[in-house]
């Protein structure tokens, strides 16, 4: 049995993009599918910092790019090189679909699959250093916007590696805001974190009582009562330690808001 091929095996090559935005799109799509090898060729004017804002978790990706003048140094190092159009072309190329594509680019040791600008697509110099196409179908208009293109093209990229066993790898991630948790969300949660002990659970049920008690809702309400009916609440919920955690901190913004609002 072979062993799995992961997409990181792709590199990614957009040929002259005239807009920052696409730039960062297609970095957060690559980061989003497992690819890594992002290259730019002479691109016109490229402003880094609004290709940082559409980048997001793919930021690693866009900063790790690396910047060349011609599509022949993009492609060094290449076995095989792509070129994705939407128009019929003179030359006889091989024409791959998506999943034909991604099969064929996995089969190489490092497959290059070009992107071209915006307005026109990949001329055919940039053809010329091609041994296949790509074209995506469509419902009718075939021009697509390179951020979605590539990401389209990553996503079979991703769906032909995880059909050879090949399974991304975990990592964890730190919300900007909410300190949330692992990437993959409550079903990762509950897989990697053990039960919350009740002495635990009791401790967020003391902070969540403190403050209840300087609310108008406590008031003809007995604490033992109230305690006791979110206690069965939780019981019912079986939260992880890592929930709990995420419940204590939400208490314990509330006191401070409260403290200092």
């Known amino acids: 049995m072979s062993s799995p091929r992961g997409p990181d095996r792709v590199r990614i090559v957009l040929v002259r993009p005239i807009h920052p935005g696409n730039v960062g799109s297609a970095a957060r799509a690559m980061a989003n599918m497992g690819l890594d090898d992002l290259v730019v060729v002479d691109p016109p004017c490229l402003d880094l910092e609004r290709a940082r804002w559409m980048a997001a978790g793919g930021r690693d990706v866009l900063e790790n790019a690396r910047f060349v003048a011609t599509v022949a140094e993009a492609i060094e190092g290449c076995s095989l090189a792509m070129g994705t159009t939407a128009r019929i072309r003179r030359w006889n190329w091989p024409v791959?679909?998506?999943?034909?594509?991604?099969?064929?680019?996995?089969?190489?040791?490092?497959?290059?699959?070009?992107?071209?600008?915006?307005?026109?697509?990949?001329?055919?110099?940039?053809?010329?250093?091609c041994q296949a196409l790509l074209r995506i179908p469509t419902a009718g208009e075939p021009s697509l916007n390179l951020g979605q293109a590539v990401l389209l093209t990553?996503?079979?990229?991703?769906?032909?590696?995880?059909?050879?066993?090949?399974?991304?790898?975990?990592?964890?991630?730190?919300?900007?805001?909410?300190?949330?948790?692992?990437?993959?969300?409550?079903v990762g949660v509950r897989k990697t974190s053990p039960p919350a002990t009740l002495e635990f659970q009791s401790v967020v049920l003391d902070r969540a009582m403190e403050l209840l008690n300087e609310t108008p809702y406590m008031r003809g309400r007995s604490d033992e009562l109230v305690r006791v009916t979110l206690s069965q609440m939780l019981h019912r919920a079986q939260p992880s330690s890592v929930e709990i955690e995420i419940l204590l901190g939400m208490v314990k913004k509330t006191r401070w808001q409260l403290d200092n609002g």
Do not use: V
């Not at 990592?171 to 990437?183: I, L």
């Open 154 to 186: 990553c996503s079979r990229m991703f769906d032909a590696a995880s059909a050879t066993g090949w399974r991304a790898e975990e990592k964890p991630r730190q919300g900007k805001r909410s300190g949330g948790p692992t990437k993959g969300g409550a």
């Open 96 to 129: 791959y679909l998506p999943q034909q594509a991604a099969d064929r680019a996995l089969s190489e040791d490092r497959c290059a699959i070009l992107f071209g600008r915006e307005d026109h697509g990949l001329d055919n110099d940039s053809l010329a250093h």
